[in-house]
T-cell receptor, first 117, second 115 residues
Framework: AQKITQTQPGMFVQEKEAVTLDCTYD???????LFWYKQPSSGEMIFLIY??????QNATEGRYSLNFQKARKSANLVISASQLGDSAMYFC??????????????FGKGTLLTVNP | NAGVMQNPRHLVRRRGQEARLRCSPM?????VYWYRQLPEEGLKFMVY????????ESGMPKERFSAEFPKEGPSILRIQQVVRGDSAAYFC?????????????FGSGTRLTVV
């Protein structure tokens, strides 16, 4: 079974500063993928970034980077130069990359990020 | 190229009524996944369908919930005799195959309110 833990219910950051959103995971699958999604107040789920468990480098997508520490089972999202539009709920998710259920995502409970002007 | 389309965006039903949620996958996608988001929770997997087949319904409540993805038309998530606890956001995602290298594209969701 897979489990995602997001220990920060809410985070605040000043505009233009960087912020780290924590995510730890637990799985027995040898190959897996880690995802971050953004859910603004309008409600849609927006895919941000993906990290494969065997990827050698940490994933980056524009202002988003994923700080992947495999031994610690953590996959923290780093947002650089925060913008007011980054205020949203952020979800960490994972899935197995092999086996019979490799289509199924397991989500954490999310972290509400507020960017202050 | 339209994304995953869900309708309605908002749905209000009285206890005991039926709710029908529709999901049109992205063009060329024949795999559909439904997730439910209860208040202040992350999304939870409900069901995975291919055209005319249910592949995995392990996340579906045993009673009152059903899903279909016919040969023609959208995928439908049907909730019979709704109760207050069914109030949630229901999201649909689609893919061209059963495994996608990167993130699945979700629709904007249907927010069901049972009064």
């Amino acid at each position: 079974a897979q489990k995602i833990t997001q220990t920060q219910p809410g985070m605040f950051v000043q505009e233009k500063e960087a912020v780290t959103l924590d995510c730890t995971y637990d799985t027995s699958d040898p190959s897996y993928g880690l995802f971050w999604y953004k859910q603004p107040s309008s409600g849609e789920m927006i895919f941000l970034i993906y990290q494969g468990s065997y990827d050698q480098q940490n994933a980056t997508e524009g202002r988003y980077s994923l700080n992947f520490q495999k031994a610690r089972k953590s996959a923290n999202l780093v947002i650089s130069a925060s913008q007011l539009g980054d205020s949203a709920m952020y979800f960490c998710a994972m899935r197995a990359n092999s086996g019979g259920s490799n289509y199924k995502l397991t989500f954490g409970k999310g972290t509400l990020l507020t960017v202050n002007p | 190229n339209a994304g995953v389309m869900q309708n309605p965006r908002h749905l209000v039903r009285r206890r005991g009524q039926e709710a029908r949620l529709r999901c049109s996958p992205m063009k060329g996608h024949s795999h559909v996944y439904w997730y439910r988001q209860l208040p202040e929770e992350g999304l939870k997997f409900m069901v995975y369908l291919q055209k005319e087949n249910i592949i995995d319904e392990s996340g579906m409540p045993k009673e009152r919930f059903s899903a279909e993805f016919p040969k023609e038309g959208p995928s439908i998530l049907r909730i019979q005799q709704v109760v207050r606890g069914d109030s949630a956001a229901y999201f649909c995602a689609s893919s061209p195959e059963g495994w996608v290298a990167y993130g699945y594209t979700f629709g904007s969701g249907t927010r069901l309110t049972v009064v």
